[in-house]
């Protein structure tokens, strides 16, 4: 079974200001995808970020990157220039790639992430 | 958009009772999941639907059920509630199907807060 893990429960960070959000996996699959997921305060859940494991590549979306280690089955979120709207909570998430019916994402815990004027 | 609609974002319920919780999506989605959230545990999948009348259970899905007789409907039912599933509910839709670009991607419901008292 797959397991993520999201070792920080809480983060703080001052705008302006860089900070990286850590999240490690388990898995033995070889073809899956990673993502990160923010959920504002009261808002909706929205997708973030999105790696492919095939690719070699770490995505980036504007102020948003990841790092991802394949062989260490880490899968860190870099959030650049911090900005008051991105106090949320992030939730790291694993898809195994397959079958039909196997779209299903399995989610750490979370990190609250506080950005401070 | 994609729009991911929960019929109440706040409940509140007396144990034994029988409850609906709706979740309508308007893309046109195969995949609808159910997720309960708490604070430390994350998202855990309840049930999830990738066609209409086609339901897999997720990890918890103990004292549910669900129902999808629309494809754009997904209704989670708690047949007799009781205080331990007092808990946030996320529904989401992803695309689905083979080889289609973003199949994977979940879009999620602003959430329902159930109280069990």
């Known amino acids: 079974a797959q397991t993520v893990t999201q070792s920080q429960p809480e983060m703080s960070v001052q705008e302006a200001e860089t900070v990286t959000l850590s999240c490690t996996y388990d898995?033995?699959?070889?073809?899956?995808?990673l993502f990160w997921y923010k959920q504002p305060p009261s808002r909706q859940m929205i997708l973030v970020i999105r790696?492919?494991?095939?690719?070699?590549q770490n995505a980036t979306e504007n102020r948003f990157s990841v790092n991802f280690q394949k062989a260490a089955k880490s899968f860190s979120l870099k959030i650049s220039d911090s900005q008051l709207g991105d106090t949320a909570m992030y939730f790291c998430?694993?898809?195994?790639?397959?079958?039909?019916?196997?779209?299903?994402?399995?989610f750490g815990t979370g990190t609250r992430l506080q950005v401070f004027p | 958009d994609v729009k991911v609609t929960q019929s109440s974002r706040y409940l509140v319920k007396r144990t034994g009772e029988k409850v609906f919780l709706e979740c309508v999506q308007d893309?046109?989605?195969?995949?609808m999941f159910w997720y309960r959230q708490d604070p430390g545990l994350g998202l855990r999948l309840i049930y999830f639907?990738?066609?209409?009348?086609?339901?897999e259970k997720g990890d918890i899905p103990e004292g549910y059920s669900v129902s999808r007789e629309k494809k754009e409907r997904f209704s989670l039912i708690l047949e007799s509630a009781s205080t331990n599933q007092t808990s946030m509910y996320l529904c989401?839709?992803?695309?689905?199907?083979?080889?289609?670009?973003?199949?994977?991607?979940?879009?999620f419901g602003p959430g329902t807060r159930l109280t069990v008292t």
């Open positions: 989401a839709s992803s695309l689905g199907g083979w080889g289609r670009e973003g199949r994977y991607e979940q879009y």
């Open positions: 898995t033995s699959e070889n073809n899956y995808y």
């Open positions: 790696q492919e494991a095939y690719k070699q």
């Open positions: 998430a694993f898809m195994k790639q397959g079958s039909y019916n196997t779209d299903k994402l399995i």
């Open positions: 893309m046109d989605h195969e995949n």
């Open positions: 639907s990738y066609d209409v009348k086609m339901k």
